[in-house]
């Protein structure tokens, strides 16, 4: 068995405008480790900002979104003259597979850091199906 690591960059991307958005801000997509075990697969995706208030995950048809709102003003009574660093919204999207326990999927978030545990189903068992006469 082949162990295979990549690196992504640490730079942020601005997610693409393919929705209408009631908040004119930037959106940008979460940087996302996924890792897996014998039980779950573990995202954590980096959303400096948000707590449990501002995150917002749905599950429909199979698509889990993340979604992150970050409400912060750093600089009052400054003006701001130059930024490196950008402050905006995150979004995201997976789709899932059945292999996942829908209904036992787990959340949770600190310092920015969002941890969703998605248990994997339990694999179907053979069963014998019973032939009656007519």
Same mark, same amino acid.
Do not use: C
């Given at each position: 068995m082949t162990?295979?690591?990549?690196?992504?960059?640490?730079?942020?991307?601005?997610?693409?405008?393919?929705?209408?958005?009631?908040?004119?801000?930037?959106?940008?997509?979460?940087?996302?480790?996924?890792?897996?075990?014998k039980?779950?697969?573990?995202l954590?995706a980096?959303?400096? %900002?948000?707590d !449990?208030k +501002?995150?917002?995950? *749905?599950?429909?048809?199979n698509?889990?979104? @993340?979604?992150? /709102? &970050?409400?912060?003003?750093?600089?009052?009574?400054?003006?701001?003259?130059?930024?490196?660093?950008?402050? %905006?919204?995150? !979004?995201? +999207?997976?789709t899932? *597979?059945?292999?996942?326990?829908q209904?036992? @999927?787990?959340? /949770? &978030?600190?310092?920015?850091?969002l941890?969703?545990?998605?248990?994997k189903a339990?694999?179907?068992?053979?069963?014998?199906? !019973?032939v009656?006469?007519?």
């Amino acid at each position: 068995m082949t162990t295979e690591r990549t690196e992504a960059s640490t730079e942020k991307v601005e997610a693409a405008v393919d929705t209408e958005r009631t908040r004119n801000r930037r959106v940008y997509v979460p940087g996302v480790d996924i890792i897996e075990n014998k039980d779950a697969i573990v995202l954590l995706a980096d959303m400096p %900002g948000i707590d !449990e208030k +501002s995150v917002h995950i *749905t599950l429909d048809n199979n698509l889990l979104t @993340i979604k992150g /709102t &970050v409400d912060v003003d750093p600089f009052k009574g400054y003006t701001l003259a130059y930024a490196e660093y950008g402050i %905006g919204d995150y !979004e995201r +999207s997976f789709t899932l *597979t059945d292999g996942i326990d829908q209904d036992h @999927i787990d959340a /949770t &978030v600190t310092n920015g850091v969002l941890r969703l545990v998605l248990p994997k189903a339990e694999p179907p068992k053979p069963k014998k199906i !019973e032939v009656r006469a007519s």
